[in-house]
């Protein structure tokens, strides 16, 4: 298998450890939300610092990206499939966020920490961010990826905008936690 590169290392780990309060960590009652799971980088973090169920939403098809272009995405799944196929508390969903959103997730309060790291268009990614927050429990955590990340092509190709429309429209319902690489909010 390719070696591919862990991304969350490099823009969200440091995140994790600080935002993520141990209170949460160790509750074995948590649930968690992935859209995006790519390699399962996040989700390795997650299962080992954790007591969560964690829900991983994701294609596996890759997008139109110039890092993923040189990507074999059945190879990505594999790896992903490797990680966590026998780990009884992560829940593979092969579909669109939108799919998922549509036909699987209505229970509202269902979520502890929801992350946001799937299609990087700033009306997909907000999209997902309003979609995914009503499934946010009080107090629990959403953070997007990729705040900082740009395609190069134009504002509609990269997340921050979407992110900034998600934090305009949630406003009265979240707080900001952090802005750096990415952006972290806790609902009210």
């Known amino acids: 298998m390719s070696e591919f590169p862990n991304w969350f290392n490099i823009t969200?780990?440091?995140?994790?450890?600080?935002?993520?309060?141990?209170?949460?960590?160790?509750?074995?009652?948590?649930?968690a939300l992935q859209v995006g799971a790519y390699t399962g980088d996040a989700t390795e973090w997650m299962v080992n610092k954790t007591q969560w169920t964690i829900d991983d939403v994701d294609t596996w098809e890759g997008s139109q990206e110039d890092a993923h272009e040189q990507m074999d995405f059945n190879e990505v799944e594999s790896v992903y499939d490797s990680r966590h196929e026998e780990n009884e508390y992560v829940h593979k969903w092969k579909m669109t966020s939108d799919s998922f959103f549509n036909d699987y997730a209505h229970e509202p309060d269902t979520y502890?920490?929801?992350y946001i790291d799937g299609d990087h268009?700033?009306?997909?990614?907000?999209?997902?961010g309003l979609n995914a927050l009503p499934l946010l429990k009080s107090g629990g955590i959403i953070a997007f990826d990729d705040y900082?990340?740009?395609s190069g092509k134009g504002s509609y190709y990269d997340p921050r905008p979407g992110i900034d429309s998600f934090h305009?429209?949630?406003?009265?319902?979240?707080?900001?936690?952090v802005v750096n690489g990415q952006a972290w909010f806790k609902k009210l």
Do not use: G, M, Y
């Open 12 to 31: 969200a780990k440091a995140n994790f450890e600080a935002l993520i309060p141990s209170s949460l960590r160790s509750n074995s009652e948590a649930r």
């Open 112 to 114: 502890d920490f929801i």
């Open 121 to 128: 268009t700033a009306s997909q990614t907000a999209k997902d």
């Open 148 to 150: 900082t990340w740009t």
């Open 168 to 177: 305009h429209i949630c406003q009265e319902l979240v707080e900001l936690l």
